[in-house]
Structure formats: structure tokens, C-alpha cells
């Protein structure tokens, strides 16, 4: 799928060499399990003696084999599908439109034939390892019109345990991507992978088996009603006969057969046990800690150090390792410590300190920026409101499902034309963007998500007929009142910083054409017509606190710059000997402030303090749900760590008197 | 070797120890004028109709279907005969399980009583106290399970009550945070966000998060690291002892075969090493890197309690049914691991019987230990002995050791800490950041808390810092003139 040259060394070093490995013990794993599944599946109570010998001759025999070997290969396409589909930052849907849009994304629709197939190629091995009455699609029967002469019968119990298969493939497919089954997270505590394993393992079990469960309930529902159109097919394409004198499974009769039901139970267990396996497996060695060099002896291998290796933006899993490794060693290896704090040798440059700062800080004040930013929609779209001339409407039917309906309902012309980031703009107009997500994730990306960006937009925004219809004194009025104090000059509403943006509000009502205010009406009564389908509603509006999750995605990375930051600084009190820390941690911990404050602000919204329902029953991840608590409890723990271990030294560090203030509170254990 | 015999005697009754200055302690009589607050009041529970109840574990959905069975359905023969065979071989299985595991078959109130690191926690007025790690502030934890907070420098004392909080076995504040504060509950293990800033007297139950697990309760012993940024906690029930990541309420079981539970966890202070002691004569020393663990088994029975010193290097532990507290030394070597520990554990101190001659007649002093606790300089060492509740004068009493960690481990004998007549210490705790030396509080069973207060100047901090550090509130058991004479403290140690 990719080519060699444009792959990064690390994803061709390590994480395919770790790929291969995880599933190459899924498959040596599948002949355990496999005997599991031909004794689970052929056990019968009152003859133990009989099923173990019967057990044996089987899994000696040559279709065993082939089963085993068609099994083994796909094994080896889950692990294929599992390293080309994983993510270290999960994609968090804020609509159902958007949920329902990454599962009609070609990718995911790849991703869901393909394990489609393999559930009908796992479906057909247990078919034929259960034996009996399973295992071929075609049998002889009388013919019904009474002759003697016999024709080739649909098996429909061969037919159903094989659509099972397809049904449960497809379901674990649509479910992955539902519960973020791609997204692979880091966990705290590092132990080795065995010990990890098999922690895992009795929840892989339990969630199989649970989930088969399910998926067989579901499977045996819609079998009951549509299972005629596959048999009638399957009789068709094949030249079969449906066998009259025996009773049709897609009846109530024929459903209620018990041991029907726990065969397809068996067999979707063993489906998904594999396929979890293989999973965990990937999981378990991909998240393993790399060592980076700190610095290299030979210049060839430079491009593998920690400092080079923390600046590079693609792939984010090397980005992820590395921060990993930096929060590791700056926590538990003095000796690697000592190399951060080392000077370069000709000259005299802490490179490698300067390099890891750099790299962790803008990290923390990217972070801090999309929080301002999105705090900054959030606030203005609540000022707007109450004004009842704002711009950008795009949280408002975020925050509550009324207030947006009722928004939606109210005519407002002057503003409807001017909501780009609207979701519902959008979709009118319908025309899809490539990243199929991108408009209803939280668009920081679209113009009106930064005041910064705002005026970059506003020139050529001038150029449309309803330009000043927007441009109205309140929302010139209203700059960003947040902290950061280059936006705030710049926005404040002075004329000179933002010429492009000041037209003179007296010559603008002349401006909006017939044609325009016509498409403008247009577009409202579509839109109230559409507002008003519960339907339309239910798949727009906006998934409470989904936004927030999505905000704080990539989150873990965050939390590990501020762990390796803070205990390296913690660890420069005693260790660094030329004292390069000591010029950085001015903008440390004013970094650390200012991204304090924009946390603490971010936690007032509605829905951003509240916590996500724990999911124990299912394989996905739910780490996502709860970064933002867990970058909240480290940031304030990565504070204190540097305000114990230099207490009132700190004073003597330059700092504005906000933050001075701010620490002081730190200093005297009141946050 | 340093025993009993070596301590100066007990003081007679009516004579509480004040503090150690000029490396000697001081004593005094108390007065009750001196009581400001007793915590008696919180002794009994509220008078509770709860008694006249029956407890109904079942929903309303089970009961009706077992009712329904019952009165509906007759039960065929076979059908009874086997069931009643199954639940006799059930509880033979779970009989046999309990043999091999005592303590399996006591209810949970008592299995906290019997693990806990209070002396007779199911009647002591103070069930669990902790000091916060920085500040000085602490939060006490009574019978009638709630939880107050007492600070200094604040007016207010919140009282932290939750439904779910019931028979607080352990209490511990977060390490590099102000607010978060972890309690061990009988079903689950409870973390309150107590605003040091906040007025509220009564923080609402939503400030408090709750984490559970199934089969893990009751929970009796919890320890976060020293870095602040995981718990962890063990029961006696499971033997899997869980490492928390609090933000995120998700936890990893550390599962080990063998041991039965784990009942008694200690982080060492450099976040190196936790020890986890199981129920049955075992405990384990984890490392806290890759989560591997050391089993040591003891030879009479299991491990009651154990502290680290204040590096990380060395531990000092207590088996139940001996006298004598061991030590393990952990060298720490880069990438070895654990493996370069030691192969035995060493006596350091015999505390067998000793009997000392007082104006009011013989005590005996000595006996098994209740629990240890090491100051944070790594001087003083406090032993808390169980003593024998029947016998007069065998009473529970703490003994105090001089420690010296570097360059080799020495123990020296220092004093008895005595309350005043009739009472009973309990628990002890020493204050994790006293700038004068060390400060131990201990809890009596007269529901009183006193600080006493030991001077002295660490060898391994720089002396200078002592006029320039911060006033303390100074308790109030100690005379003002003792905090002049420090200088002499300085030449004798």
C-alpha cells in the first residue's frame, strides 16, 4: 500500500517489524484456539469419551488443515487491516451525520467488504470443524414430486452459520468504528508484554462472548425477516432445490432450535476471540516503549535522535514514542538526563535541551491557542446571541438542543447567509469534502474559528453583496476579550490594525441585491423546513461534550510533553550542572500558566466538565473520552512539581504580575 | 541490636510526653483547659433504626421470581436432589477455600479491623488520618464516617460525607496537588476535590469521584505515588491489587497468584518501590517501572506493616506473631532491576517483653507491633505496640528510635511517647514537611489527636535554613522556650 521511499524509517524499522511480530503470535495462537472451538463446538454431554476421540481424528485430518491454513490467512489480513487502519489520535464524530459519514467513507467501506469476506471465509472454517449437519451447502434429497430419482438440496443450516459469519464481520467492522476500535492508546503503566497479555486477556474473552451474543441476537432477527432473499438466491446462482419436507430455518420453529443457536454462538465467538486477539496483540506491541538515542555518536544515525525525532510532524506514532520515551527517561534514567542537559562540544550549545523545550512548548501553546480559540466562538456566539447580530452560530445547537431549535426557527436573514461553519449550510448545499469529516468536527479550521484568522478572511469577504449586513458595530465592537495579548490589541476594533475590515456602515444597506435577499428566503424556508423533521435534527445536532473530546483529541502527546518538561526541570535543580534550564523556565511556566487558564476556562463550558459513561463491556477505547482530565490533573500536577522542588527561588524568576500572582496561589498549595 | 532495655522507663501516669528537645523527651501534665475540641462527639454513630431491619440484597425482580418458584412451581424430585448436591459441593469448594484462606470468611468490617494500621479500628474514634504532603493541613477520618479537615490557616473545617463512604479504612492526600484526597471505603475507594479556597462547610457529594471495581472491596490500604500521578489500592478479597490513573478512572489489575489478597500497601518516597503485604505469609515488593514484583515469604505470619526510608533504599518491616522488626536494603542498579536486592532480611531491633520498675508499679513494654512509621529525614522511627488490652499493665504504647540511613544504618533508642492516664494510642502519623525536626501525631482512644514535636537539626539539610524558614503554629502542648534552645540540639546531634 505504501512505498518505500516515502515511509518514514521508523514506520519501516520498527512499526512493521512489530505488526508482523503481533501477528505472528495471533497465528500461532489460532491452534489453541481452534482446538477450543472443534471441542466447545462438538461436545455432547453423554458421550465425553466419544467427543475427545472424534475431536482428535479431526484435527488430524486433511480439512483441518485447510481450514487451519485458510484461517491462518486470515489472520494474517486482520493484522494487515489492523497496522493500515490504526490511529494514535482517534477521530471523534460531534454529529450523527458525521458518525454516519465515516461509515460511508470509501476507506471504512474497503475496511467493511473485506471483513465481510473474512467472516464468511472464519464462518466456513466452523463449518466444517463442527461437522454434522453444517458442513456442506448442498445435499441430496428425493426429489418432491414423489420420484426416485434425487437432486442437489440447499443445506440451510450450512447457509446460515456462513451469513452469520458475514453478519458478525460486518457488524465488528461498523462497531470499530463506532467505538474508535482503530485508536490505539498509551497506557500509564508500562509492563512487559506478556504480563500485558495476559492482564487482557480475560476481558478479550468476556467481550467476545458478549458480543457474539449480541450480533447473533441481531443476526437471528434479521434473518427471521429477509433470510428468504439469500436462500432464494443461493438457489438460484447455484442450481439448488429447497427441500420441502424439511422445516425452513428463516421461521420461528426453525430459529428456536437451541443448538442451532449455540453453534452460531460458538462460531461467532471464535470469530471475534481471533480477531480481538490479533487486535490486543497489535496493540500491546505497537504501544511498547522505543528508546531513542538522546544523541548519537555517528552522524548517520542523527536523524533518529529524540530531539530530531520530537520535530518531525508525520508519523504521529513516531511523535507519540518519542514523547513517550522523553516522559520515561526524564522520570527514571538519570544517565539519559544528564545527556539532555549536556552541552554540544564545539561551542558549547545545549542543542538537544534547547530542541526538546522548543518542541514541547509549542506543542502546549498550540494547544493553548485552539483552546482560546474555540473558547472565543463559544463565548462570542453566547454574546452574539443576546445581541441578536452574531456570526458565527456554529455551537449553538452544540449547547442545547432547544436553544438550537429555536435559533433555527427564528428568522434571522441578516446571519443565516453569513454561517459557512454552520453544519447545516452545508449539507444544503451539499458538496461533500474529501476528509468526509471535516465539516462537522469542531471546525477550528474554518475561517471563523480564530480572530486571527477572521481578518485574514475579511478582504475577501468585502467583495460579496452581504458583506455588511455582518460588519454591524456590535460585532465590531465585540474583539476577543481573552488574555492573549496580541489578539486583543490587534482586534480590539481599532481601525488602524484591521483597515480591510472597516468599511463605513452607512453605505451598506444599499448593498444586497434582489437576487441575493431572493436566495437568502430561499434558504431560510428550506432550512426551517428541514428543522423542523426530527429526523434532520437528530442527525445534526451536535453530540453534548463531543466537541470538547475532540478538542483535547491528540491530548496524550500534551500530557506527556508537560511530564517530561516538569520533572526535567525538577531533576535540573540538582542535575544540570551549566544551568541551560534555568534560561527556559521563565517561558516553562509562564507556558504552563497561561495554558492553566485557558484548561480552567475550557471546564466551565456546559458539557466539558461533565464525565463520559464508562464502557467496561466492549474492546474499544475509551481513553479518548477522558483526556481532557487527565491533561487537567497532570498540568496542575506538572505546576506543583516545579513549585515544590524550587519554592520561593521562584520569585527571582522574571515574570509578569498575573502570573506571579498565579504561582504565588501554586506556592501557597491553594489551586 | 537494640532493645527495649536500653529505653528510659515509661513515664508514671498522669504524665504525657511533650516533646524531645536536647535529644531528650520532655514531659509534662496535661490540663483540660488546654482541650479546645474533643472528638468524642463523633464517636457513636447516630442512633440508627437500621438494626430493626432486615437487609434485602435481592432486587424486587429476583424476589419476585424466587417467589413464584416457590409457590407456583412444584419443584420436581431429581430436579431439588441435584441442585441440593451442587450447592453442598459449592460450599464445600468455598469451605476448603476459606481453610486455605482465613480470612476469607470474615465480614468486611471486620476484615478491615483486622488489617487495618489502627489498633482496634472498629471501636477507635479516629479510624484514619492523614497530613497533606505539603501544607499543613490534615483530614481525620471518625466513626461516623465522615471525614473533616482541618487547617490552620483557614476557618472553616469541611466535613466530607458520601453515601457511599462507609468503614474509611485508609485516607491519603494526592502528592503535587492541593485538593484531591483518597479514601479507602468498605465497596469502593472514593477521591474528593476539597478547594482549599472554597467556604463550603459541606462540599457536595458531586466533588467526590468514585471508583470501583467488582470483587475489589473492601478496600483497606491505598498509596499514591510520590509523583502524584497514580493510586493504588488492595483488598484482602481480590488478589489483584489496582493501579488507578484517577483522571481518567480507569485502572489496570496487577494480578499475582498466591497470597489470597493484598492488604497492606507502602510507596517508598522515591517512587521506586511498593510493597503490597498479602494475608497470608507473604508479601511482594513491586518496582514500579515495568510493574514486576519480588516475593518474599516470611516464616510465621504475614507481613502487618512497613515503611521506607526516605531514599527509597532501605525497608523496615514487621511480621505478625514476631518481635522484631527486619530490614531489606534495595541497591539500586541501572538495569539489573530489582534483582540486586537482597537474598534475606536482617533484624535490626528485638522489641520482646522488657519490664521496667515505676513509682506505679511494674509494666511490661513490648510485644508485637501494630504499625511503623519513619519521619521524612529519616531520624526518628515510631513503633506502635499492640500491648495486651486485658492485662493492666501491659498497656499499647509507641516507642521512638534515632535512625541514622547513611553511611551505615544505626538505631538508637529515644523514648515512649505516653498520653495522658487511660488512653490509648492508636495510629500515628509523622507530618511529612515539620521544618524543626519531626512532628508525630498520634490519635489516643480518648478521641483525642496531639502533636508532639521532636527537635532536632537534620544532618542532611543545610542548618542554615532554620531562622529563615517560616513560622510554624506551634501546637499547643509545647512551651515557647523550647524553640531557643535548638542550638543545643544542633551540638549534641
Known amino acids: ?671 | 541490636m537494640c532493645s527495649l532495655a536500653l529505653f528510659p522507663p515509661p513515664l508514671p501516669s498522669g504524665q504525657t510526653t511533650l516533646c524531645e528537645s536536647n535529644n531528650e523527651l520532655l514531659s509534662g501534665t496535661t490540663t483540660e483547659d488546654q482541650l479546645k475540641q474533643s472528638l468524642k462527639l463523633h464517636s457513636r454513630t447516630e442512633s440508627s433504626s437500621k438494626a430493626a431491619f432486615l437487609d434485602h440484597s435481592e432486587t424486587l425482580w429476583m424476589r419476585s421470581c424466587l417467589y413464584i418458584l416457590s409457590c407456583a412451581l412444584v419443584v420436581p424430585k431429581w430436579l431439588s436432589m441435584s441442585s441440593g448436591c451442587i450447592l453442598a459441593l459449592l460450599q464445600k469448594v468455598s469451605s476448603f477455600h476459606g481453610s486455605l484462606f482465613p480470612h476469607l470468611t470474615l465480614s468486611s468490617e471486620d476484615m478491615i479491623a483486622e488489617f487495618s494500621q489502627v489498633l482496634n479500628w472498629s471501636d477507635c474514634v479516629v479510624r484514619a488520618f492523614a497530613w497533606h504532603p505539603h501544607t499543613d493541613k490534615f483530614a481525620v477520618a471518625l466513626l461516623d464516617d465522615s471525614i473533616k479537615i482541618y487547617n490552620p490557616k483557614s476557618a472553616t473545617t469541611p466535613t466530607l460525607k458520601h453515601r457511599l463512604q462507609r468503614s474509611v479504612a485508609a485516607v491519603q492526600w494526592k502528592p503535587l496537588c492541593a485538593s484531591a484526597l483518597a479514601v479507602a471505603c468498605q465497596n469502593c475507594l472514593l477521591v474528593w476535590h476539597v478547594d482549599p479556597c472554597s467556604l463550603s462547610t459541606r462540599p457536595s457529594s458531586g466533588c467526590a469521584q468514585v471508583l470501583s471495581h467488582p470483587g475489589h472491596s473492601p478496600v483497606t490500604s491505598i498509596a499514591w505515588s510520590p509523583s502524584g500521578s497514580l493510586l493504588v489500592s488492595a483488598s484482602p478479597m481480590d488478589t489483584a491489587m489496582m493501579v488507578w490513573d484517577v483522571a481518567s478512572e480507569s485502572c489496570v489489575p496487577l494480578q499475582r497468584v498466591g497470597g489470597g489478597g493484598v492488604s497492606f500497601l507502602s510507596w517508598s518516597p522515591d517512587g521506586s518501590h511498593v510493597l503490597a503485604s498479602t494475608p497470608s505469609a507473604l508479601f511482594r515488593v513491586w518496582e514500579t517501572r515495568m510493574w514486576t514484583c519480588e516475593r518474599w515469604p516470611c516464616v510465621k505470619g504475614r507481613c502487618q506493616s512497613g515503611c521506607w526510608s526516605p531514599d527509597g533504599s532501605r525497608l523496615l518491616f514487621t511480621v505478625q506473631g514476631e518481635m522484631v522488626i527486619y530490614a531489606l536494603t534495595f541497591t539500586d542498579t541501572p538495569g539489573v532491576g530489582l534483582c540486586g536486592g537482597p537474598q534475606a532480611a536482617a533484624v535490626v531491633a528485638d522489641l520482646s517483653e522488657t519490664t521496667f520498675n515505676t513509682p506505679d508499679g511494674d509494666i511490661i513494654v513490648g510485644g508485637e507491633i501494630q504499625s511503623l512509621a519513619w519521619d521524612s529525614t529519616g531520624e526518628r522511627l515510631a513503633v506502635l505496640l499492640k500491648g495486651d488490652p486485658h492485662a493492666a499493665d501491659r498497656p499499647a504504647i509507641i516507642a521512638v528510635f534515632k535512625t541514622r540511613t547513611s553511611p551505615i544504618f544505626e538505631l538508637l533508642p529515644c523514648g515512649f511517647v505516653q498520653g495522658e492516664r487511660g488512653a490509648e494510642p492508636r495510629l500515628m502519623q509523622f507530618h511529612p514537611s515539620f521544618q524543626h525536626g519531626a512532628l508525630l501525631t498520634v490519635c489516643w482512644s480518648s478521641g483525642r489527636i496531639t502533636h508532639v514535636p521532636f527537635y532536632f537539626l537534620s544532618a542532611g539539610v543545610p542548618h542554615c535554613g532554620l531562622s529563615g524558614s517560616p513560622s510554624l503554629p506551634r501546637p499547643q502542648t509545647v512551651p515557647a522556650d523550647f524553640a531557643n534552645q535548638s542550638l543545643f540540639t544542633e551540638l549534641m546531634s
Open chain 1, 1 to 671: 500500500m505504501f512505498s518505500t521511499e516515502q515511509t518514514c524509517w521508523f514506520v519501516r524499522k520498527v512499526i512493521c517489524w512489530r505488526a508482523a511480530a503481533s501477528t505472528a503470535w495471533a497465528v500461532l495462537l489460532l491452534g489453541p484456539i481452534t482446538a477450543a472451538l472443534v471441542i466447545l463446538g462438538r461436545f455432547s454431554l453423554f458421550h465425553p469419551i466419544q467427543t475427545i476421540s472424534e475431536c482428535l481424528s479431526l484435527l488430524t485430518s486433511a480439512s483441518a488443515v485447510f481450514s487451519l491454513i485458510l484461517l491462518c490467512g486470515v489472520i494474517l489480513m486482520i493484522g494487515f487491516l489492523n497496522l493500515e487502519y490504526y490511529t494514535v489520535i482517534p477521530t471523534i464524530a460531534c454529529s450523527k451525520i458525521a458518525l454516519l459519514g465515516q461509515l460511508l467513507h470509501p476507506r471504512q467501506l474497503v475496511n467493511s467488504a473485506v471483513h465481510c469476506v473474512m467472516g464468511i471465509v472464519v464462518a466456513w472454517c466452523c463449518a466444517i470443524t463442527i461437522g454434522g449437519r453444517y458442513e456442506t451447502l448442498g445435499y441430496t434429497c428425493p426429489q418432491s414430486d414423489g420420484d426416485s430419482s434425487s437432486q442437489m438440496c440447499l443445506n440451510e443450516y450450512h447457509l446460515i452459520l456462513l451469513l452469520a459469519g458475514a453478519f458478525v464481520g460486518l457488524s465488528y467492522s461498523l462497531l470499530g468504528v463506532i467505538h474508535n476500535m482503530n485508536y490505539i492508546s498509551f497506557h500509564t503503566v508500562q509492563q512487559y508484554k506478556y504480563l500485558r497479555f495476559k492482564g487482557a486477556l480475560p476481558l478479550v474473552v468476556k467481550c467476545s462472548a458478549t458480543q457474539a451474543l449480541y450480533s447473533i441476537r441481531n443476526f437471528i432477527v434479521v434473518y427471521f425477516f429477509l433470510g428468504y432473499i439469500p436462500k432464494a438466491w443461493f438457489c438460484k446462482t447455484l442450481n439448488l432445490y429447497l427441500n420441502s419436507s424439511v422445516h425452513p430455518l428463516d421461521s420461528i420453529a426453525g430459529l428456536l432450535d437451541l443448538s442451532l443457536v449455540y453453534h452460531l454462538w460458538i462460531s461467532a465467538s471464535f470469530l471475534l476471540f481471533t480477531w480481538h486477539i490479533t487486535l490486543v496483540l497489535f496493540r500491546i506491541f505497537v504501544t511498547e516503549l522505543y528508546s531513542f538515542p538522546v544523541q548519537s555518536s555517528f552522524t548517520e544515525d542523527a536523524h533518529q535522535c529524540l530531539a530530531k525525532v520530537l520535530n518531525e510532524k508525520q508519523p504521529m506514532i513516531l511523535k507519540f514514542l518519542a514523547l513517550q520515551d522523553l516522559a520515561l527517561l526524564s522520570q527514571h534514567s538519570p544517565s539519559r538526563r544528564c545527556q539532555v542537559f549536556s552541552l554540544s562540544q564545539p561551542g558549547g550549545h545545549p542543542h538537544n535541551w534547547n530542541a526538546i523545550s522548543k518542541e514541547c512548548l509549542s506543542m502546549l501553546t498550540d494547544l493553548t491557542q485552539r483552546l482560546v480559540a474555540y473558547h472565543d466562538t463559544v463565548a462570542t456566539n453566547g454574546r452574539a446571541k443576546s445581541l441578536s447580530t452574531g456570526s458565527e452560530r456554529k455551537t449553538s445547537s452544540e449547547t442545547s438542543v432547544t436553544s438550537g431549535t429555536e435559533d433555527l426557527m427564528s428568522p434571522r436573514p441578516t446571519l443565516l447567509m453569513k454561517t459557512p461553519a454552520s453544519v447545516f449550510a452545508r449539507s444544503v448545499v451539499g458538496t461533500p469534502r474529501t476528509p468526509l469529516t471535516a465539516p462537522f468536527t469542531p471546525d477550528l479550521d474554518s475561517p471563523f474559528a480564530s480572530p486571527a484568522l477572521r481578518r485574514l478572511t475579511a478582504p475577501v469577504e468585502q467583495c460579496s453583496p452581504w458583506f455588511g449586513t455582518v460588519q454591524s458595530p456590535h460585532v465590531m465592537r465585540r474583539g476577543p476579550k481573552l488574555w492573549s495579548t496580541s489578539t486583543d490589541s490587534q482586534v480590539n476594533g481599532s481601525p488602524q490594525s484591521s483597515p480591510a475590515s472597516v468599511p463605513s456602515p452607512k453605505q451598506e444597506p444599499s448593498k444586497p441585491s434582489l437576487l441575493a435577499q431572493f436566495l437568502q428566503n430561499r434558504k431560510e424556508q428550506v432550512k426551517n423546513f428541514l428543522a423542523k423533521r426530527v429526523l434532520i435534527m437528530y442527525l445534526f445536532n451536535k453530540l453534548p461534550e463531543a466537541s470538547s473530546q475532540a478538542l483535547f483529541a491528540d491530548s496524550q502527546a500534551h500530557i506527556w510533553a508537560l511530564e517530561g518538561l516538569s520533572y526535567l526541570v525538577q531533576a535540573s535543580f540538582s542535575e544540570d550542572q551549566f544551568g541551560v534550564v534555568q534560561t527556559a523556565l521563565p517561558s516553562i511556566l509562564s507556558c504552563m500558566l497561561v495554558l492553566q487558564e485557558a484548561v480552567d476556562r475550557h471546564f466551565k463550558l456546559p458539557h466539558a466538565s461533565s464525565k463520559p459513561v464508562r464502557s467496561t463491556g466492549s474492546m474499544g477505547d475509551s481513553t479518548h473520552k477522558t483526556l481532557r482530565f487527565a491533561l487537567r490533573a497532570t498540568l496542575k500536577t506538572a505546576i506543583y512539581r516545579i513549585t515544590t522542588t524550587f519554592g520561593d527561588h521562584l520569585n527571582a524568576i522574571q515574570m509578569s504580575a498575573e502570573h506571579r500572582k498565579r504561582l504565588q496561589q501554586f506556592l501557597e498549595y491553594k489551586e
